[in-house]
C-alpha cells in the first residue's frame, strides 16, 4: 500500500475508537499516533498520557511535553519512578513485561478515571522482529494497536508523519534507556542518566541514533557503521566527553549500531 491507503485505513481504524487514551512518549509512532487521532476524534476526545520516568530520554520527555502544548492536546502527564518495582529493577529477561504491565496498568487506570476505556499505543508490524516480552503485557491488558491493525512498520509510519509535517518524523528511535542494560544488571537511576547524558552527547557531534550500552562502569558505543571511521577520528574529544557523563572507560562496537542487540543471544537460543 502506498501513503494514502495506509492513512485511509489508518482512520477508519480510529473512528471506530470513539474516545481514546494514547500512551504517548513523545517518539515518531506515539507523535503521528497522536496527531491522527486528534484530527479523527477532535483533541476533547483523546488523552495524551505521558510517564515521565527515569527510563525516558529527557529529549523525548521534552519534546513530548513541547509538542503537545504547542498543539493544544489534552495532556496527562504522570510522574511514575518503575525502579521502585523490585521485578523491574532487577532487570531479567522479563523486564520489558513487568515494567509495560506496570506502566500501562497506570495508564488504563489514568484513562477510566476520565470515562475513556480504550487505550492505544504506537506499537508497529516492525516491533515484532525484536525480542519484546512487553507485548504479552499489553495483550493481556487490552491495549489497541492502530498502526498493527493497519499493517504499517516504521517505513510507512515516517511517511504518514512527513506527511503531516511532524517535526519528529524522522528522529532515530530513542526507546527505553533500561535496553542500553544488560540483563540481570540490576537498573539504576544514575547509571541511566549517564547513558542518557553520553547518548546526548554524541547526538551533539551528529551522530544521531547511536547507542550507549552500559558494560560494568564502561560505555560500549554502538554508532552506524557509516560513521564508525570518523567517531574513532574523534576518539580523544568522545574519550572525554563520555568520561565526563561518569564512565570509567569508553569501548566502539565495530558491527555497529544494531536494534535489540542485548537480545541477540535471546533470540537465538
Not at 500512551?23 to 484530527?39: F, I, P, R
Not at 495524551?48 to 493544544?72: K, T
Not at 525484536?130 to 498502526?147: V, W
Not at 560500549?220 to 557509516?226: A, P, R
Amino acid at each position: 500500500m502506498n501513503t494514502i491507503d495506509y492513512e485511509t485505513k489508518l482512520i477508519e481504524i480510529l473512528k471506530a475508537c470513539g474516545r481514546l487514551a494514547i500512551a504517548y512518549s513523545g517518539g515518531t509512532d506515539s507523535t503521528l499516533l497522536a496527531a491522527t487521532t486528534n484530527k479523527v476524534l477532535g483533541r476533547d476526545n483523546v488523552l495524551l498520557v505521558h510517564i515521565d520516568s527515569p527510563l525516558l530520554p529527557e529529549a523525548e520527555r521534552a519534546f513530548a511535553e513541547e509538542w503537545a502544548d504547542r498543539e493544544g492536546c489534552n495532556l496527562l502527564k504522570v510522574h511514575l519512578n518503575p525502579l521502585e518495582n523490585e521485578q523491574i529493577r532487577k532487570n531479567d529477561e522479563q523486564r520489558c513485561y513487568y515494567c509495560k504491565k506496570h506502566v500501562m496498568g497506570i495508564v488504563i487506570k489514568e484513562a477510566a478515571l476520565r470515562g475513556i476505556s480504550t487505550v492505544a499505543d504506537g506499537t508497529n508490524t516492525d516491533d515484532f522482529s525484536d525480542y519484546r516480552p512487553g507485548m504479552k503485557a499489553s495483550d493481556e491488558l487490552g491495549i489497541r494497536h492502530p498502526f498493527v491493525e493497519a499493517g504499517m512498520g516504521k517505513k510507512a509510519i515516517r511517511a504518514l508523519a512527513e506527511k503531516y509535517n511532524l517535526p519528529n518524523w524522522n528522529n532515530p528511535a530513542a526507546a527505553c534507556l533500561a535496553s542500553r542494560i544488560p540483563y540481570h544488571t540490576e537498573l539504576d537511576a544514575d547509571i541511566l542518566k549517564m547513558i542518557d547524558s553520553a547518548e546526548s552527547f554524541l547526538f551533539s557531534l551528529g551522530f544521531r541514533g547511536s547507542r550507549i550500552r552500559y558494560l560494568n562502569g564502561r560505555a560500549k558505543i554502538e554508532t552506524s557503521v557509516n560513521d564508525i571511521v570518523d567517531v574513532a577520528a574523534m576518539r580523544v574529544e568522545i574519550i572525554q566527553g563520555i568520561k565526563n557523563c561518569g564512565f570509567k572507560g569508553v569501548l566502539l562496537d565495530l558491527e555497529g549500531y544494531r536494534q535489540g542487540s542485548l537480545n541477540e543471544d535471546i533470540k537465538t537460543n
